[in-house]
């Protein structure tokens, strides 16, 4: 059965997958594939604009990702998995599309200035240049419809700039891809910073109980209560942004709010139940991903063939472009 529109998404090979990967893309992502063609990228080029230092780690990462993507319920069988470095069309198309976009337009993009801040980077060519080769990723597919987070957007809408500057020039190529966002807030880290593996202020999915319990009770929540009486704020306090997505009882996280709310209860006595419940709903993800770890070889053949899968479609689109812009094979 054809489906009506085709989406590519992906992640940077960064480390395991954390807590806000697992309720702001991974399951909407594994609710879409039956009802889009779904195209999963491993940005693997991506992780170098940030951490190009250390390329020993890169390959333990990717599989950590792939492990924790079908653990989570991404399915190879109903997607394509592709591992981006092993498509060199990618960065082909990357170089052609930065003709099309200016330096000051790269240097407004709202994670750019960010990551230069909270990261301490000096700013390289590559980090400038991450938009153009995340506008490659999508258009190399002809992706109609792009799983963002809110912070994404204003890379989404480079890309809708670039593919429309392009078609004005070349003639109708790329769809404007439009986003899917998720219907969870985005979580905030256990510091109450945005959630990013670099932060160290996750919960991966591959944590132990006893790991998890540990990073929930010594989470950032009101720094204005000295004591367990003290009526407490619930707004901008992550704990009660956590039971809010994960505890299945809402009455129980109502009842909590009201009663911190009145100092009535204790951090600790939220934090220990909101480690239950993260770890009962983390419980079989941890077990199917420690399965499939155990056969790495076969997690390599899994991207492989999704890979394989996917290098005639980027060809042929950079192929058309290619002639489009007057360059001949």
């Not at 390959?59 to 981006?84: C, E, F, H, K, M």
């Not at 979580?187 to 998890?212: F, K």
């Not at 704020?233 to 956590?242: D, I, K, L």
Request: include cysteine; proline fraction near 7%.
């Amino acid at each position: 059965m054809e489906k009506p529109g085709r989406i590519l998404t992906g992640h940077r090979p960064t480390g395991p997958r954390h807590i806000g990967h697992l309720v702001g893309t991974l399951e909407t992502w594994a609710a879409l594939q039956d009802q889009y063609e779904c195209f999963f990228l491993i940005a693997d080029l991506h992780v170098l604009t940030t951490d190009f230092e250390h390329p020993q780690n890169i390959q333990g990462n990717i599989l950590d990702v792939l492990a924790d993507w079908i653990a989570s319920g991404i399915d190879p069988d109903r997607s394509t998995l592709i591992l981006q470095s092993a498509v060199t069309a990618h960065s082909q198309l990357t170089t052609l599309l930065g003709m099309l976009v200016s330096v000051a337009r790269l240097s407004r993009v709202p994670t750019y200035k960010e990551q230069l801040q909270q990261l301490g980077l000096t700013p390289s060519l590559g980090l400038l240049a991450y938009p153009v080769l995340q506008a490659a990723d999508i258009l190399l597919y002809k992706a109609d419809r792009v799983p963002v987070g809110e912070d994404q957007l204003p890379h989404l809408e480079l890309t809708r700039e670039i593919a429309r500057r392009f078609n004005q020039l070349y003639g109708e190529t790329f769809p404007e891809p439009q986003e899917i966002l998720s219907s969870t807030p985005r979580l905030p880290g256990t510091d109450n910073r945005t959630m990013h593996t670099s932060y160290g202020n996750a919960i991966a999915l591959r944590d132990t109980p006893e790991v998890t319990y540990h990073k929930v009770m010594s989470m950032y929540t009101d720094p204005s209560r000295i004591h367990a009486n003290d009526p407490g704020h619930v707004e901008g306090n992550p704990v009660f942004a956590y039971h809010e997505v994960f505890n299945p009882d809402p009455e129980q996280v109502t009842e909590f709010k009201e009663r911190y709310r009145q100092g009535k209860i204790g951090d600790v006595e939220v934090k220990r139940r909101l480690a239950e419940v993260l770890n009962e709903r983390l419980s079989p993800i941890r077990k199917r991903r420690a399965e499939l770890l155990k056969d790495p070889e076969t997690l390599r053949e899994l991207l492989k063939a999704g890979t394989d899968r996917a290098r005639p479609l980027a060809e042929a689109t950079l192929a058309e472009v290619e002639k489009k812009i007057g360059l001949l094979r």
